[in-house]
């Protein structure tokens, strides 16, 4: 069977400018992946140029083995928050379901069992008691958990989710934590654009380290080393040995 996600010689440019250059990578099922990589390594970039949102030089991408248009329903997507405008009068619950109309088609309306399906999945982000109101009156970390739940009501295979844990309270973290988990219980597959490399061998099964081109790419053990890290980063980390013998690292960006 094809691989959730696979990408083949994928370049984008801004104004001309490259941002990605010739990334390949194959995502493999039912793993957690971090995409990790300095600021302007382009990891939000791969994520929008796959799911078409901004266009690309060249390069192939296929959702098990399929077009994003023929694969659509079984891939999923939380943006950052910051590029969400939340002052749109909706109710959480609006939003979550929301997540649903890939599966009704434009012309139904959802109705009672797309409702139990989003209060289901808010239940399962600690928002259940948030169903009713406006996304505009939700803190930060609350409003991505809205934006979680919908992705969870989607019941996609395939997840991206971009910085999910930016600016979030440790409720919020928790709650990605167990989704995240609970995701890959189900056998689904996540892309995460990560930042905070200290938690990377916690949170991840796999991790592509990516500064415009893949660095590299695997399992974490294997992947996430100093040698690596540096090629991505340069000279902008210092490397700490937390427990003293080696089998734990925290990495932490200058």
Not at 32 to 41: K, S, T, Y
Request: aromatic share 8%.
């Amino acid at each position: 069977m094809a691989n959730p996600l696979s990408i083949r010689h994928l370049s984008v440019a801004y104004h001309k400018k490259p941002v990605l250059r010739e990334v390949s990578f194959e995502a493999p099922e039912g793993k957690l992946i971090g995409v990790v990589g300095p600021n302007g390594a382009g990891k939000s970039t791969l994520i929008k140029a796959a799911l078409g949102l901004i266009p690309r030089l060249e390069g192939e991408v296929r959702f098990f083995g399929k077009p994003y248009a023929e694969a659509r329903k079984q891939v999923g997507y939380v943006p950052q928050r910051e590029s969400v405008d939340w002052d749109f009068p909706t109710s959480a619950l609006d939003v979550v379901m929301m997540g649903r109309y890939g599966h009704l088609g434009w012309f139904r309306r959802p109705g009672a069992k797309e409702k139990a399906i989003a209060l289901e999945c808010l239940d399962k982000v600690g928002m259940a008691d948030f169903a009713g109101r406006q996304i505009s009156q939700l803190s930060g970390g609350q409003q991505q958990r809205v934006f979680l739940a919908r992705a969870l009501a989607q019941d996609a295979s395939l997840y991206f989710m971009d910085e999910p844990f930016a600016a979030v309270d440790a409720a919020t973290e928790k709650a990605i934590i167990t989704l995240l988990n609970q995701l890959k219980a189900e056998g689904k597959t996540v892309l995460v654009v990560h930042h905070d490399l200290s938690t990377v061998k916690e949170y991840f099964d796999h991790v592509l380290l990516l500064n415009e081109t893949v660095v590299a790419s695997g399992p974490v053990e294997t992947t996430f080393t100093a040698q690596h890290l540096h090629a991505a980063y340069g000279g902008r980390l210092a490397i700490l040995d937390r427990d003293g013998g080696g089998s734990s690292v925290t990495v932490t960006a200058r």
